[in-house]
């Protein structure tokens, strides 16, 4: 069974940084898309950044590029999100989510809807 598990978020003041952290069990990371999605009180979930495991290519959204990193360590199975530069805008409630390459292949990897397996969730609140 696929459990993906997410700690690292907390409360912080805009321009600060936290790292966010999905450890898997029950699967194995590699050769696959993990993403780091988000979903604000009202709004709908969306994608921030992801990664094909494989070989470390990184997929951002514009709203984050730049400050926003996310990185995996194949052997630990485990994705990261390192946040910086953060703002009020980011206050969310992130997920991390794995799909595997034959789901991903020919749609935006940020596109919620390639993945299946979810975790429950860290939130992350950034304060003005």
């Known amino acids: 069974q696929v459990q993906l598990v997410e700690s690292g978020g907390g409360s912080v003041q805009a321009g600060g940084s936290l790292r966010l952290s999905c450890v898997a069990s029950?699967?194995?990371?590699?050769?696959?898309?993990v993403g780091w999605f988000r979903q604000a009180s009202g709004e709908q979930r969306e994608g921030v950044a992801a990664?094909?495991?494989?070989?470390?290519?990184?997929y951002y959204s514009e709203s984050v590029e730049g400050r926003f990193t996310i990185s995996r360590d194949n052997a630990k199975n485990t994705v990261y999100l390192q946040m910086n530069s953060l703002k009020p805008e980011d206050t969310a409630m992130y997920y991390c989510?794995?799909?595997?390459?034959?789901?991903?292949?020919?749609?935006?990897?940020?596109?919620?809807?390639?993945?299946?397996?979810w975790g429950q969730g860290t939130q992350v609140t950034v304060s003005s």
């Open positions: 990664i094909y495991t494989t070989h470390g290519r990184t």
């Open positions: 029950g699967y194995t990371i590699r050769n696959n898309y």
């Open positions: 989510a794995a799909a595997s390459l034959r789901s991903v292949v020919g749609y935006s990897p940020l596109s919620r809807t390639r993945y299946d397996d």
